[in-house]
């Protein structure tokens, strides 16, 4: 299996709900990485897991709460967003997590989220 | 922090050679060249990687010239399936200094009929 997947793929919320999106490897990674792309932009880093501890995280605002359960799992919990927090949020994983950054991440196709 | 531009977009022609060039002035000794490429409502996909001279594998070239403050990503053949969004990074080995991964803000490459 080498793929990331992500659920849901697309996500409505009101500005008061509270959801979580979900993402999943199977490939043995220990690094996973939650990025957040707004249209025409590059995906920018929110955080970094490596070996399931929080190793890097942006300066995230704290409405958007990163777990990793396992080695195999992200969730993204999201509380009281903004409609400017409407973007794609993209999952990747890369192999060894010791040095994540020049490894090749694999992505999974985002959960599109819309903030009313 | 090493800066990267790229043009905003390009034009092209089924089976033409279509190279990219990513400017990144200040790259630091460290730092690697990545490419990625993203189709629309996709995540984006690895390329290439490199750190000098030329790498090549079964998808394209990149050409990095020995001062490293440009690159060039080189496509050959390109077919409508190559429409897409192409991404250079920049960024260290290791995540330590406080330094991170650059993206740019991407070529979007239109292959025509």
């Known amino acids: 299996d080498t793929e990331v997947t992500q659920t849901p793929k697309h996500l409505v919320m009101g500005m008061t709900n509270k959801k979580s999106l979900k993402c999943e490897q199977h490939?043995?990674?220990?690094?996973m990485y939650w990025y957040k792309q707004k249209a025409k932009k590059p995906p920018e880093l929110m955080f970094v897991?490596?070996?399931?501890?929080?190793?890097i995280n942006e300066s995230v605002p704290s409405r958007f709460s990163p777990e990793c359960p396992n080695s195999s799992l992200l969730n993204l919990h999201l509380h009281a967003l903004q409609p400017e927090d409407s973007a794609l949020y993209l999952c990747a994983s890369s192999p060894r997590g010791r040095q994540p950054f020049q490894e090749t991440q694999y992505f999974g196709p985002g959960t599109r989220l819309l903030v009313l | 922090l090493a800066k990267t531009t790229q043009p905003i977009s390009m034009d092209s022609y089924e089976g033409q050679e279509v190279n990219i060039t990513c400017s990144h002035n200040n790259i630091a000794t460290n730092d690697y060249i990545t490419w990625y490429q993203q189709f629309p409502s996709q995540g984006p996909r690895f390329i290439i990687q490199?750190?000098?001279?030329?790498v090549t594998n079964e998808v394209a070239s990149l050409f990095i010239p020995a001062d490293r403050k440009s690159s060039t990503l080189s496509l050959p053949r390109v077919s409508l399936s190559d429409t897409a969004v192409y991404y250079c990074l920049v960024g260290p080995r290791n995540a330590g200094n406080n330094r991170k991964l650059i993206w740019g803000l991407g070529t979007s490459l239109a292959v025509n009929p």
């Open positions: 897991y490596s070996y399931e501890k929080l190793s």
């Open positions: 490939m043995g990674h220990r690094a």
């Open positions: 490199g750190y000098k001279t030329k």
